[in-house]
Structure formats: C-alpha cells, structure tokens
C-alpha cells in the first residue's frame, strides 16, 4: 500500500494549492449544509435514544474530524439513520457509558482496518446484506416515530419491534389531534417541498414553520424543552468514559457493528460523491477518518458518527470542492448552536418525527426488493433473512448471520465453478486441443487421469474426494493433472495428501501436471512436494504421460 493511500485530501489540496476563490465556494457550500445539518442532527439523537444536544456534538466533533482526515474531498460526517437502531439498543442494554465505551472501540477497530488496507475489501460486503439491514433499520425508524408523530400517551417505547406495536396497540386511544395534524402536515411539505424549491431545506422550512405556529399558537404538543429541557449553546469539557472488563467484553459485538456500519457507510457516500465530481477517493484513509472521528465524538459526549449520503451529495450540489466545506458545515452547526441553542427547546416532537419519517422511507431500498425476488433466489434469501433479523432480533447478529449466510453461498458457488473428475476416456477417445502435449499420445493401459479445472479449496475439497472414490479398480499411475488450477488452499492439500497417502497403500504411483505456481508454493511450505517428490511433478502433459508410460 502506497503512502499515498494513508494521506489526507485536505493534506493533497494544501500541496497542490487552495485559493480564496476555492474558500468562497466551500464557504458558501459548508453554511448551507450546516444549516440542513442542524434539525438533522437534533432529530437523530432523539430518536438514538440519547438527548438532542449530543447529536449536535456529534456533528460539530466529528464532522469537523471526518473532513480534516478524510480520504474524499468532499465528504460530509455526523449522525446518521443508520445507526439509530444500534446506538437506542446500546443506550436501553448499556446505558451512555456503553455507548461511549463500544464507539472508541469501534474507532480503534476502524482506524486498524484502515492502516491494514482494507478499506477496498469493506465494499465488498455482498449486497444484499447491505440491502437487507438498511431496509429494516428503516423500517424500524419509522415505526419508532409513531409515537410522536400522533402524539400518544406513553412511557419509553420498548428496543424490541414487536413490543413497540405492542405498546402501541394499547396507546393508541390517547393520539393527539393537534399532534397528528402537526405531524401530517410537516410530512406533507417534506413530501411535495422539493418539487416547489431547492433552495430552502424542507426540514428547516417545516421546523420554522411548525414551532411558530405551536408557540404563538399554544398548541399542546410536546416540544424538546418539555421532554428534555434547554438545549446547551456550548461543547462540554471533554472526558474520557470508564473503561471495565465486563463493561469492553459486553459491547464488544455492537464495536463490531457500529464498525461495519460507519465503514459501509462511509465508502458508499464517498462512491457517490466520486460518481458526482469525477474524482477518486481514497478508502484506506477514509476508514481511518472514520476511526479517528469515532474515537473524538464520545469525548464529547457524542455518538457514532459516519459519512452522510446526503449531506455529502448537497455539499457537492451546492459548490463544494474540498475539505474545508466540510469544516465550514461543522463550524457553522457550533455558531448555530451557540447562537440561538436556548429556541432549539422550542421545537415541537411532532415535526421532527416527521422529519425522520422521511428519512427511512428515502433511506429504505423498497425498489430492490421486488428487483431481487426476480434475481437468484438465494441472495433473495440472504437479503429476507438479514431483513427479517434486522427488525424482529438485532441488527448485530443480522449483520453477522448475513456475512455468514453470503459467505457459504459463495463457497457453494464457487465449488460449481470448480470442475473435477476423470478425463481418462476422453483423451482416449479425442485429440486434446491444449498445446502441452503431443496429439497423437495416447494414455497407456493402468494409467488413469483425473482433472481439477479451478480453484482448489475447502469448497471443492469435499467434491474431490467423492470423485476419487469413483475409480472403479486400483491403477498403476495416477496422473492429477492440475493445469487450470490457479490457487489452493490449505483444505485442498489435505485432500492431496488424502490421495497420495491412499494410492501409496494401493501401490498406485501419483503424478501430478501443470502444478500452477501458487499450488506448488503450498506444497512446497507444507512439505507436500518432499513427500510426493519433485520427480512425481511435470511441468508438461506430455513429459507426465511418457513417465506415466515408462512406470507401467
């Protein structure tokens, strides 16, 4: 891995020059995403489970960081959906302090993934994994703003799916009208505002809109002041969380989500953002942005942050051109909040669950459900199955059966791909078309040839073996010939050894063709080769076939 891969973009834009007619542009970008931010980030936080103000940190710390370190010119940190589920089930399970203990574990995980170059391997978490869990966290941000969207009577809605419907079926008598109303209207504008203006953020407009008429209308609905109280104008003082055994060893499977999540999530919007400017990012140092930002937030009390789709697209949108929008975002979100912090209480519930609202439903991949169900039936099964755990169990072990589930479909294709079995008839009965032997060779009588024909590992171990038990008689010689074979891992040796060992005690000799470099290392470090003998293995068929001829 190159130097080059490990540096940031600001660090590449200093070198090659930043201009003030450059700044005007990030200038003008960073305040205007800013501004999106800022109910963004509010509405996020409440629906973690944590209070508004700690999605502001978040934003202010670790946009700030994931712009300085970043390895996009463009990207846009904070808050994001997909971490509501996580963090409000950490938050319920383990308190802030486990929060906060599993987001710096995530951070140094994220930071080691980055300097060990894994940042190209992260995209490629098969699709309908991502597909599965981003649907159902969706899903389960929308159920979880019902709430608040209709203004029910009830206490703190359960982690669990089915007991927020649960708990909703026996609060639903208590909605209330102005509420609702609030709450159906501001999802409304949100709907149709884009089709009418750009310029203005349908969130802002409807927060605006709906805490004057709520304020100077002495609605009664429930705004941030009467649930949590003020909203502080000022970061806090900096502090590290306790750190116990029990405490690390309980959260440590959520450090691995929140990981996965902040590195699909950030490499996805810096894949965006390369699609929109032409240029390309630089993953490795991207991961480690995300590392170092997760590491800050919690010192402020934050939560999880990562790279913001659509922050990050309404920064380009918008004239963005290097990191310093990016910062500008995050400053401009702490003179908002230091400015007028003490109106942020006056913001009614209603509309920021409107506001999250739409955030799932744009945020869901309804349309490659129906896309996929058409596709192989067994990445519809991953993606069901990912889904399905995401929103009935937990969103770590949907991300973990997922990986798991998509890894042995892999193996189990790619055992398809591997063709074994014996060719003996086939030589015999036609001139072989390859180069590396003479066509009118002929494999003498008590010499049999069986082929491998792609890569040779655990997933075509099983099959290699069941072919071989195939052979009818014992034979003089056995010829594997392995021309095609361009990689092996440690379970296809065993199967090797398997076969010399069971052709020494049928006093069949085993030679082998066209050993690929990478097969005759392994053999070689294993002491396979030793055993065989270097004289058993050819280079050419035709060399193994007159060998095999001498032996008989």
Known sequence: ??????????????????????????????????????????????????????????????????????????????????????????????????????????????????????????????????????????????????????????????????????????????????????????????????KISSRVPGSLLVIVLATVIVHYGHLPVETIGSRYG?????????????????????????AFAIAMLAGIESLLSAVVADGMTGRRHRSNMELVAQGIANLASPLFLGIPATGAIARTATNIRNGGITPVSGMVHAVTLLLIMMAVGDWASLIPMPVLAAILMRVAINMGEWHLLLKMFKGPKSDFLVLMSTFGLTVLVDLVVAIEVGLVMAAFLFMKRMSEVTQIGFVTRELEDEADDDLDRDDGAKVPEGVEVFEIQGPFFFGAADRFREEMR???????????????????????????????MKCRKADTILLLSGVNPQPLEVMTQSGFLQSIGSNRIFVRFDECLAEASRLV
């Not at 990689?487 to 296809?492: E, I, P, R």
């Open 230 to 254: 003020s909203v502080p104008s000022s970061l806090p003082m900096p502090s590290l969380p306790v750190f116990h055994w029990d405490l690390v060893r309980q959260v440590a499977p959520t």
């Open 470 to 500: 195939h052979l009818e008689k014992p034979t003089k010689v056995l010829i594997l010939r392995m021309r095609h074979v361009p990689v092996m891992d440690a379970t296809g040796l065993n199967a090797l050894e398997d076969v010399l």
């Open 1 to 194: 891995m190159s130097n080059r891969q490990l540096e940031p973009k600001f660090v590449t834009v200093l070198r090659e020059g930043y201009s003030g007619k450059f700044f005007l542009k990030d200038l003008m970008a960073g305040i205007i995403v800013g501004i999106v931010a800022l109910p963004l980030s509010i509405a996020l936080a409440i629906a973690s489970g944590v209070k508004p103000e700690q999605g502001l940190y978040t934003a202010v710390i670790g946009g700030f960081l994931i712009a300085l370190f970043s390895g996009s010119r463009v990207q846009i940190g904070g808050p994001t959906g997909a971490f509501i589920v996580l963090v409000y089930t950490t938050v319920q399970h383990f308190g802030y302090e486990g929060l906060a203990v599993a987001t710096m574990m995530a951070g140094l995980l994220l930071v080691a993934m980055g300097l060990a170059g894994l940042g190209g391997a992260i995209k490629f978490i098969p699709y309908p994994v991502t597909v599965g869990f981003t649907s159902g966290i969706a899903v389960i941000i929308f159920t979880g703003q019902i709430k608040d969207f209709l203004g029910l009577s009830m206490g703190t809605l359960p982690a669990e799916f089915l007991g927020k419907l649960e708990a909703y079926q026996g609060a639903i008598g208590s909605w209330t009208p102005a509420a609702a109303l609030l709450g159906v209207g501001s999802f409304l504008l949100l709907t149709f505002w884009p």
